[in-house]
């Protein structure tokens, strides 16, 4: 069985920058995408960077490309996201998951594994 833990979330102000990371532990990541969602309060929980075993594909949601970066360290078995520019809209908390070796996925039930999340709140 494979767990998920977040770090790296803070209290920041708008421009600021703040890089999350997701460390696996147990089981086997092997060949399996990783995802990055958010979920602010009161609203649904919103996929917003994916990347394959491989880290040479990754995919942005509009709200966020440009400004964050997914990457990921196999050997390590973390998944980061670099967050750059951050806004007050970017306030939510931010949870990693892993899903099966297939594509990378963009909806939150197609993950198997998911972590309990780390809050994000940017000041204006």
């Known amino acids: 069985q494979v767990q998920l833990v977040e770090s790296g979330g803070g209290l920041v102000q708008a421009g600021d920058s703040l890089r999350l990371a997701c460390v696996a532990s147990?089981?086997?990541?092997?060949?399996?995408?990783m995802g990055w969602f958010r979920q602010a309060p009161g609203k649904e929980r919103e996929f917003i960077s994916g990347i394959n075993w491989g880290g040479d594909r990754t995919y942005y949601s509009d709200s966020v490309k440009g400004r964050f970066t997914i990457s990921r360290d196999n050997i390590k078995r973390t998944v980061y996201l670099q967050m750059n520019r951050l806004k007050a809209e970017d306030t939510a908390t931010y949870y990693c998951?892993?899903?099966?070796?297939?594509?990378?996925?963009?909806?939150?039930?197609?993950?198997?594994?998911r972590g309990q999340g780390t809050q994000v709140t940017v000041s204006s």
């Open positions: 147990g089981g086997t990541l092997d060949l399996n995408p």
């Open positions: 998951a892993s899903g099966p070796p297939r594509a990378v996925y963009s909806a939150w039930y197609e993950y198997v594994y």
